[in-house]
């Protein structure tokens, strides 16, 4: 037996992917390293419960209005704080 793996993905990802390019231009000793932001975005996805689908029209259906308000909230919390640490850590190598 073949299974096939590939379509499944964590929902939060694209969302997260987002919110990080939006809030991008205000964190400017961040913006314009794709490293650092690929950081903030690893940050923030560890602080958010995974929701692993296979297509996104099947989660989105399955969600309230309300259930999706939080689950903005939280990623949008999620990104936030993944922007503070990463511009932490950076000041701090930067201090030596």
């Known amino acids: 037996m073949s299974i096939d793996f590939t379509s499944i993905h964590n929902h939060n990802e694209n969302a997260v992917f987002e919110a990080v390019l939006a809030a ?3 964190h400017p000793g961040l913006a314009g390293d794709g490293e650092l932001l690929a950081d ?9 419960q995974p ?9 989105s259906f399955y969600l309230s209005e309300r259930e999706r308000e939080e ?7 999620a990104v936030d704080f ?8 950076v000041a701090m190598r930067a201090r030596g």
């Open 71 to 77: 689950s903005a909230r939280q990623i949008a919390e």
């Open 82 to 89: 993944a922007f503070g640490f990463v511009q932490a850590r």
């Open 24 to 26: 991008a231009p205000a």
């Open 51 to 59: 929701r692993y689908i296979r297509h996104a029209v099947d989660f």
């Open 40 to 48: 903030v975005a690893c940050f923030a996805l560890n602080r958010l």
